[in-house]
């Protein structure tokens, strides 16, 4: 006779795989920030940022903004940051956490 599915252990064992998944990616926007400089930007300011990042309709400016987002991962660790670390987000990247200050933001 087959052994009956624990319905409610799966389900807790789910719901714990999801959180501990959403803290990992706020983790890791939280080292992007910070790798990135933003965290030097007033919250209000990075807010705004992000804002107008996500309702922008230009896919050529959210085009060079991605690939701005890959180049940001691929440079040495020397230079990716004030934390002299390379960013560990680089799952970030692909999930379109690219520098939504565009490509005319100086460096």
Do not use: C, N
Not at 56 to 71: F, P
Not at 91 to 101: D, F, L, Q, T
């Amino acid at each position: 006779m087959r052994k009956p599915r624990d319905y409610d252990a799966e389900l807790k064992a789910l719901t714990d795989k999801a959180r501990q998944l959403r803290e990992q990616k706020l983790r890791q926007l939280g080292e992007l920030v910070v790798a990135s400089g933003a965290d030097a930007l007033p919250v209000e300011q990075l807010a705004g940022v992000l804002l107008h990042a996500v309702e922008i309709k230009d896919a050529a400016t959210k085009e060079g903004w991605r690939k701005r987002g890959a180049a940001f991962f691929q440079r040495a660790p020397a230079t990716s940051g004030s934390t002299g670390e390379q960013p560990r987000g680089a799952a970030a990247a692909g999930s379109g956490a690219a520098s939504p200050s565009g490509p005319d933001r100086a460096e």
